[in-house]
């Protein structure tokens, strides 16, 4: 029997009713409308198709309909704590949370007074209530079937606030772990972070897909506000998600003088989409998007990424890289608005390509929309092969082609590291890439 | 060491070299001069092995191998070099980064161990001198952002780390003032000696004041048409490639 979209929208359906009826009213009145919003957005607007234009190269609802077996979903529950020690970077220190097929199953808790880490799903009532204005209102229910999705059935996942002034002495390390060994899983985790006035902190997502047994389908979704002259960095550790269907939406609002850092590397997975928005609701603020993604096989990696500049006076500025091997496809859209009230803004794009391959795709759209008549935009898109000419110099001088290709795609990867600073994860990410530039052929 | 025996080229079904004979011993210096379009470049590259070249004629023997069937790597193991005419930029990778895999390699072919980071950095701190280079240039981006002249310089220093049996330096005159010319013809002096030998690719006379030539060959169409001493240069400056032409159109 085949399945169809409306199939998959009424598993999900019934996956909603009866998580609701779980809840019994234990949940605050305004997250549960929240809640009722989204599913009938969901309904809706349906699952994205290919002639979704959002999602025109990127058929993970096909992939969906085809290999997740979602009526042979495993049960949920966790009787116990799975071993999730392997999992984790060593040396990686920090204040951890591990999801594992989307439940909290550790917390590493202790946290500093002007860090708080609460579990989402924890929450008192009233603790809810008052959350509620920030929850749903950044992640777009109703452009995103996944992000609906994700807000339909919002239960487990974090709320961290750092405290005005803070300054973070460990990153907070959150992983999002599936593991499909017993049989297919849908995991959502959903993320709030709360930025004081003058808080400064890193965050790091790390997502791994355990098992390729069955198939195991991630969608997480988050909300990040920065508050005056906050400071965040915040990585996307895709790496270890071979044969995962993957969904990130993160949205992102800044207010005056505040600073994120957003890194997104992704190295493996059958689709993956990573949705980044940043909303530049305050001036002087700057937003940086540093992007890499190396895939080979059959893999499809796409970035799509926003930066809505609404106010004066800020700067973004956009640097994804790519090489795509194989059959594997690359997708990259970035749009920049510059609302009529912003400004000065000063906003720059890049996205750069290496094709090893005739069957490797890349589809790559800037779309920069601007309204204001005082602003400084660039953006630029290039897609080819190595420089045969810069190959043939380091051939002239002893290296052989593999040596030479090598040691230029290695150069052109690690340009994303320039702005890793903490030192653990940039030495992990540096033998990530080393290894997979190994493997991608030359 | 280097024996060319009646070498024709074509690029792109163009004919550009048309018979070219040369032959350089150890210890020589040997100048090839000539009009633009004449070949000098595609000379120097098809030395090194590009491979947007086509060899349709003639052979080049170099110690007693034949080059044409060895990879531009091999060459460069068995000690060829080329000083670019258009030195690459090669952002995220250092001088010094690529030199120690290139220095390896040679060695390897040599027969000799691997150098450690200490011995490498020592003689590259000892080659730097002999250019007058820094280090600030040798840890940025291979020739980004770098001046016509600290290409070429860094050109010659990379010649001193790799020792190589022949030079070829393709134009490296080219866009140096006159201080720039004499540090990169000191250094190149420098390493001459009984051992190894130095093709000089030039428009012009100027550099050959500062690396004296025992060989001058003038190339017009492809071919050498004349061959003589230092002075054959001297005279080219005075009289202009016109001389050239004018006899080379004589004799056919």
Known sequence: MSTTEKDLREHFNQKYSSFRKTLNGSQSPKIDELREHAINALNQNGFPLTRDEEYKYTPITRALLKSFKFTEEHPDEITMVPPFGEHLISGLNGYILVFWNGKLVFNSGDTPKNLSISPLQDLSKEQQERLSQYLGKLVNYQLDAYAALNTALLNQGSVITLKEGTNLDQPVVIYHLTDASQGPVYTQTRHLILAEKNAKATVIEIYKNLSEDHQGFQNVASEIYLEDAAQLDLFKIQTDTAGALLVDNTNIEQKDNSQVRCHTITTTGDIIRNNLNISVKGQNCESHMNGLYLVNGTSLIDNHTLVDHRMPNSYSNELYKGIVDDTATGVFNGKIYVQPDAQKTNAFQSNKNILLSDKATMNTKPQLEIWANDVKCSHGATTGQLDAEQVFYLRSRGLDEKQATGLLLYAFATEFLEQVSLPVLNEYLERIIADRLYQLKS | ?252
């Open chain 2, 1 to 252: 060491m280097l024996k060319v025996e009646n070498l024709k080229a074509s690029v792109e079904g163009k004919s550009i070299l048309n018979g070219i004979d040369l032959t350089v011993n150890a210890g020589e210096v040997h100048a090839i001069m000539g009009p633009n379009g004449s070949g000098k470049s595609t000379l120097a590259s098809i030395l090194a092995g590009r491979e947007s070249y086509e060899v349709t004629d003639g052979s080049i023997t170099f110690l007693n191998q034949d080059l044409l069937e060895l990879a531009p790597e091999e060459r460069a193991r068995e000690g060829l070099f080329l000083a670019f005419q258009y030195p690459v930029e090669i952002p995220g990778v250092t001088t010094t980064n690529f030199l120690k895999t290139a220095v390896n390699q040679i060695r390897e072919h040599r027969g000799q161990e691997a150098l450690d980071a200490v011995t490498f950095l020592k003689l590259i701190k000892e080659k730097m001198k002999l250019v007058k280079i820094d280090d600030s240039l040798l840890s940025r981006s291979l020739n980004d952002g770098f001046s016509g002249g600290e290409k070429k310089r860094n050109e010659i220093f990379q010649m001193a780390v790799l020792e190589p049996k022949l030079a070829i330096l393709d134009e490296t005159d080219s866009g140096l003032d006159i201080d720039a010319l004499k540090v990169v013809a000191n250094g190149v002096n420098s390493l001459r000696n009984k051992d190894n030998a130095v093709v000089v690719v030039t428009h012009y006379q100027r550099l050959l004041d500062y690396i004296v030539p025992d060989f001058v060959h003038v190339l017009y169409n492809g071919k050498i048409v004349k061959s003589g001493d230092k002075d054959l240069a001297l005279k080219l400056e005075a009289k202009g490639y016109d001389w050239i032409r004018e006899n080379a159109e004589l004799a056919t």
